[in-house]
């Protein structure tokens, strides 16, 4: 069992992200196959749209944000408590909605 206190984590800089900054909360090396850390999006941040080769899972703790996904008809907006999941290799684009900052857990399951 592992305890992480919110002031605890390491800072980092997501590539392809502007406007947002992350703080990783547990690591691989700690979990064996999960890594989770947290994305500030400040107003007006994004992750451009890019693609993983692991399952994410987006958790919304504050704010609203909007994830698109490579076609046009996917658009999934996410507010404070929905999640999001995307599947390894697929792409999404997120932004935040109403110039308002958000809060996202990123859960990530590698295997």
């Known amino acids: 069992m592992i305890t992480i206190k919110r002031e ?9 992200h502007e ?6 909360k547990l690591t691989k090396e700690q979990t064996k196959q999960t ?8 107003p ?14 987006y958790v919304v703790v504050k704010g609203s944000v ?5 076609s046009p008809d996917e658009v ?3 507010d404070k408590g929905d ?3 995307i599947e390894a290799g697929e792409k999404r ?14 859960i990530v399951v590698e295997s």
Do not use: C, K, W
Not at 35 to 42: G, Q, R
Not at 66 to 70: A, K, L, Q, R
């Open 44 to 57: 007006n941040g994004y992750a451009e749209m890019s693609s993983a080769p692991v399952d994410r899972i």
């Open 66 to 70: 909007t994830v698109t996904g490579d």
């Open 76 to 78: 999934h907006v996410a």
């Open 8 to 16: 605890e984590g390491t800072p980092y800089e997501a590539p392809q």
């Open 93 to 106: 684009e997120i932004r935040v909605n109403s110039g308002q900052p958000a809060e996202v857990m990123v």
């Open 35 to 42: 890594v989770i850390s947290y994305s500030y999006f400040l």
């Open 83 to 85: 999640l999001v999941y």
């Open 19 to 24: 406007g947002v900054y992350g703080v990783i």
